[in-house]
């Protein structure tokens, strides 16, 4: 896993995302509430203390519950990712995601490769969605763009046209490995955003982490 200057780089990111006039982005323990020193990802509320990994920068806010990933197996996938993150592309990652699926025989390698193509052309559709004359575009007036929060960002199909059209982003996700092909995506072109491993099923985690900015 990559130390040092990839996660000050994530950091970098972070501050630029988080920011609004009067507004920081802050994030909370998800067992005591305590606001997170972003240094560490360490709580601050007396009495807790807890400290949480990151991986390039993200923080892993998941708890244990009952979820669809399994948290270890997806961290050590993340690691590997990481460890490729210097010398590689969006694409490479995304594949490299992809045949860790095949190998372990959960997709097809014809299912694996159309996911692939699916998932680099959702940017022109929610491109798309964003524009003026789009859903989204039209439910959400310019002077309403602000800040959007992705939960489920994925590997950023929407937060990467999102970051280009709100005045700031954020996405969260319940895979770590996602997160890392995601932070890639967006570095490519330069869109700052706060990205978040995190439960956020309703009635769960969500409900004693939430990882969306609140006025500091």
């Given at each position: 896993?990559?130390?040092g200057?990839?996660?000050?780089?994530?950091?970098?990111?972070?501050?630029?995302?988080?920011?609004?006039?009067?507004?920081?982005?802050?994030?909370?323990?998800?067992?005591?509430?305590?606001?997170?020193?972003?240094?560490?990802?360490?709580?601050?509320?007396?009495?807790?203390?807890?400290?949480?990994?990151?991986?390039?920068?993200?923080?892993?806010?998941?708890?244990?519950?009952?979820?669809?990933?399994?948290?270890?197996?997806?961290?050590?996938?993340?690691?590997?990712?990481?460890?490729?993150?210097?010398g590689?592309?969006?694409?490479?990652?995304?594949?490299?995601?992809w045949?860790?699926?095949?190998?372990?025989?959960?997709?097809?390698?014809?299912?694996a490769?159309?996911?692939?193509?699916?998932?680099q052309?959702?940017?022109?559709?929610?491109?798309?969605?964003?524009?003026?004359?789009?859903?989204?575009?039209?439910?959400?007036?310019?002077?309403?763009?602000?800040?959007?929060?992705?939960?489920?960002?994925?590997?950023?199909?929407?937060?990467?046209?999102?970051?280009?059209?709100?005045?700031?982003?954020?996405?969260?996700?319940?895979?770590?490995?996602?997160?890392?092909?995601?932070?890639?995506?967006?570095?490519?072109?330069?869109?700052?955003?706060?990205?978040?491993?995190?439960?956020?099923?309703?009635?769960?985690?969500w409900?004693?982490?939430?990882?969306?900015?609140?006025?500091?």
């Amino acid at each position: 896993c990559l130390p040092g200057p990839q996660t000050a780089m994530m950091g970098n990111l972070t501050v630029r995302a988080g920011v609004w006039p009067q507004e920081v982005a802050i994030l909370e323990c998800p067992h005591r509430g305590g606001d997170l020193a972003h240094d560490e990802f360490r709580c601050t509320r007396p009495g807790c203390g807890s400290r949480f990994r990151s991986l390039l920068g993200i923080p892993d806010l998941r708890i244990a519950q009952d979820a669809a990933v399994d948290y270890e197996e997806d961290w050590t996938l993340a690691c590997s990712l990481a460890d490729a993150y210097p010398g590689a592309s969006f694409r490479d990652l995304l594949e490299r995601v992809w045949r860790s699926r095949v190998r372990q025989e959960l997709v097809s390698q014809e299912r694996a490769e159309m996911r692939i193509a699916q998932i680099q052309r959702t940017r022109l559709k929610h491109t798309q969605d964003m524009d003026d004359t789009g859903w989204l575009g039209t439910l959400v007036p310019r002077n309403a763009r602000a800040r959007v929060l992705d939960l489920g960002c994925g590997p950023g199909g929407f937060l990467l046209p999102a970051g280009r059209v709100f005045g700031n982003a954020a996405g969260i996700d319940i895979s770590m490995a996602w997160l890392v092909v995601c932070r890639k995506r967006l570095e490519a072109e330069r869109i700052p955003a706060l990205l978040v491993c995190a439960c956020a099923e309703p009635g769960s985690a969500w409900d004693s982490a939430p990882a969306a900015p609140r006025a500091a």
